[in-house]
């Protein structure tokens, strides 16, 4: 059974790093073809994909977003971690941690619940 | 950067059949998938690779991609379908790894 929870501060002032933790269970993020990442979802909007990384520690960020964001992993700890710098209230968001697989493309098997982030001062 | 688009809101009568849309540039040749998000909760895989469906996810789900349309199709529509839905493609190929849909808001009259 794969599970993903994350965990981190729900309230951030304008100019913080962001540091969220996703600890995950149910399957090694050595295994190939598989990846952990974050995704996150602005109240009442659509979601938007932050950066992935994978079994084989290659990281993808989204480009618009890729100059304040870092991922990392600790395969030993089930953990993966993102950065977020220079926070600002349009980043206020549920941000989930994800994990995905490749069977013809990569796609999202199993989500985290979320946690909602707000920036405000 | 890839754009996938989705009407904002599809309406149904329970037991009838809602198709839902999404429009990007020859999508017919990628992967498309689609997430279910009931209110306040995290998104679910309802169908991947245009038309497989997952463990537990009922028949009355299906997808289908051709063309620059992908379209997921809930048959005999029940109360609890009513949830907003996204697809999704990823390319490789470029930067823009995971795209979604705009989203559409299904209503269960």
């Known amino acids: 059974q794969i599970t993903l929870k994350e965990s981190g501060p729900t309230l951030v002032k304008p100019t913080q790093t962001l540091t969220l933790t996703c600890t995950f269970s149910g399957f090694s993020l050595s295994t190939t073809r598989v990846g952990v990442g974050w995704i996150r979802q602005p109240p009442g909007k659509a979601l938007e994909w932050l950066a992935f990384i994978y079994w084989n520690d290659d990281k993808r960020y989204s480009p618009s977003l890729k100059s304040r964001l870092t991922i990392t992993k600790d395969t030993s700890k089930s953990q993966v971690v993102l950065t977020v710098t220079n926070m600002d209230p349009v980043d206020t968001a549920t941000y989930y941690c994800?994990?995905?697989?490749?069977?013809?493309?990569?796609?999202?098997?199993?989500w985290g619940q979320g946690i909602p982030v707000t920036v405000s001062s | 950067s890839y754009v996938l688009t989705q009407p904002p809101s599809v309406s149904v009568a329970p037991g009838q059949t809602a198709r839902i849309p999404c429009g990007g540039n020859n999508s017919g040749s990628k992967s498309v998938h689609w997430y279910q998000q009931k209110p306040g909760q995290a998104p679910a895989l309802v169908v991947y690779?245009?038309?497989a469906r997952p463990s537990g996810i009922p028949e009355r789900f299906s997808g289908a991609n051709s063309g620059n349309t992908a379209t997921l199709t809930i048959s005999r529509v029940e109360a609890g379908d009513e949830a907003d839905y996204y697809c999704q493609v990823w390319d490789g190929s470029s930067e823009q790894r995971y795209v979604f849909g705009t989203g559409t808001k299904v209503t269960v009259l």
């Open positions: 690779d245009d038309n």
């Open positions: 994800a994990h995905s697989v490749y069977s013809t493309s990569y796609y999202v098997g199993y």
